[in-house]
Antibody
Framework: QVQLVQSGAEVKKPGASVKVSCRAAGYTFTRYHMHWVRQAPGQGLEWMGIINPSGGSTSYAQKFQGRLTMTRDTSTSTVYMELSSLRSEDTAVYYC??????????????????WGKGTTVTVSS | DIQMTQSPSSLSASVGDRVTITCRASQSISSYLNWYQQKPGKAPNLLIYAASSLQSGVPSRFSGSGSGTDFTLTISSLQPEDFATYYCQQTYSTPWTFGQGTKVEIK
């Protein structure tokens, strides 16, 4: 069935980088954009950015510009999210999510229909 | 960025109650509004997309309405498995933004 399998929990020191993977299974990897969303402990959901697995193009939220890199490997149907210069405020659960684009008479609606289980990243000295 | 504001932030309700959660956008977003349910320790789960379309497999007691800036998620008869946190999300423009969440608790 359709699923997104994320890598395991990470513990990093401030200033380090973390790279989280998300492997897609059960569907054609290059047909759907992938987004990343994070959730700090006890907080709400925060959209980070998007990658198009077909061509590799990306778009990031302004607050992560310069620190965030999303890449993909079509041979393994895997997308990666790398966040650098980590600080304590980056402690969160990081989710990948597949996005459906649906055409309603020429208007395109988007929604996240499948999510990974999340990867906990802890930043602590 | 478009700000999404949910109300209330939390509510207490009993099984069988009708529950309504409101989401307001800081500017018009047409019908580019989704609703998700999240249970503790789990990833969010899509309930409603395009403001009023029910995702496949989601019980029909969930419904969504609204357009422009004001939206509503309604649970017609609250069930034990519905106690969770609910988030709205706009996909009108990037960065896609979420409301702060509404926690539905047992009365």
């Amino acid at each position: 069935q359709v699923q997104l399998v994320q890598s395991g929990a990470e513990v990093k020191k401030p200033g380090a980088s973390v790279k989280v993977s998300c492997r897609a299974a059960g569907y054609t990897f290059t047909r759907y954009h992938m987004h990343w969303v994070r959730q700090a402990p006890g907080q709400g959901l925060e959209w980070m950015g998007i990658i198009n697995p077909s061509g590799g193009s990306t778009s990031y939220a302004q607050k992560f510009q310069g620190r965030l890199t999303m890449t993909r490997d079509t041979s393994t149907s895997t997308v990666y999210m790398e966040l650098s210069s980590l600080r304590s405020e980056d402690t969160a659960v990081y989710y990948c999510a597949r996005v459906i684009e649906e055409d309603y008479s020429g208007r395109y609606y988007y929604y996240m229909d499948v999510w990974g289980k999340g990867t906990t990243v802890t930043v602590s000295s | 960025d478009i700000q999404m504001t949910q109300s209330p932030s939390s509510l207490s309700a009993s099984v069988g109650d009708r529950v309504t959660i409101t989401c307001r956008a800081s500017q018009s977003i047409s019908s580019y509004l989704n609703w998700y349910q999240q249970k503790p320790g789990k990833a969010p789960n899509l309930l409603i997309y395009a403001a009023s379309s029910l995702q496949s497999g989601v019980p029909s007691r969930f419904s969504g309405s609204g357009s422009g800036t004001d939206f509503t998620l309604t649970i017609s008869s609250l069930q034990p498995e519905d106690f969770a946190t609910y988030y709205c999300q706009q996909t009108y423009s990037t960065p896609w933004t979420f409301g702060q969440g509404t926690k539905v608790e047992i009365k």
